[in-house]
């Protein structure tokens, strides 16, 4: 059981940078590949990033890349999400999400999530 509490939202101008947190329970985090989606208003859930369990090799969706870096720290037992060059579509509710498989952009295979944190870009 992996109980995952996000935080780091806020509210910036388009440019700007945030870092979101995600705080991981239980002692076999590093056994987990950890993932970022995203939920705009209106829209399905959307895979952000993804950082594997083994050799923390990292995916990006394609609307995020170049300027969103996933990173982890299994002595803290935390995943982050740096955003920067933020843009007013970047505007969602983030959530973490830990999986035991390898990384995949597929939300159903992430077994436990986190409660999210807004993120709202203004032009």
């Known amino acids: 059981q992996v109980q995952l509490v996000e935080s780091g939202g806020g509210l910036v101008q388009a440019g700007s940078s945030l870092r979101l947190s995600c705080a991981a329970s239980?002692?076999?985090?590093?056994?987990?590949?950890m993932g970022w989606f995203r939920q705009a208003p209106g829209k399905e859930r959307e895979f952000v990033a993804a950082i594997n369990w083994n050799d923390e090799s990292t995916y990006y969706a394609d609307s995020v890349k170049g300027r969103f870096t996933i990173s982890r720290d299994n002595a803290k037992n935390t995943v982050y999400l740096q955003m920067n060059s933020l843009k007013p579509e970047d505007t969602a509710v983030y959530y973490c999400?830990?999986?035991?498989?390898?990384?995949?952009?597929?939300?159903?295979?992430?077994?436990?999530w986190g409660q999210g944190t807004q993120v709202t870009v203004s032009s």
């Open positions: 239980g002692r076999t985090f590093r056994a987990y590949t």
């Open positions: 999400a830990a999986t035991l498989a390898v990384a995949t952009m597929d939300s159903g295979r992430y077994a436990y």
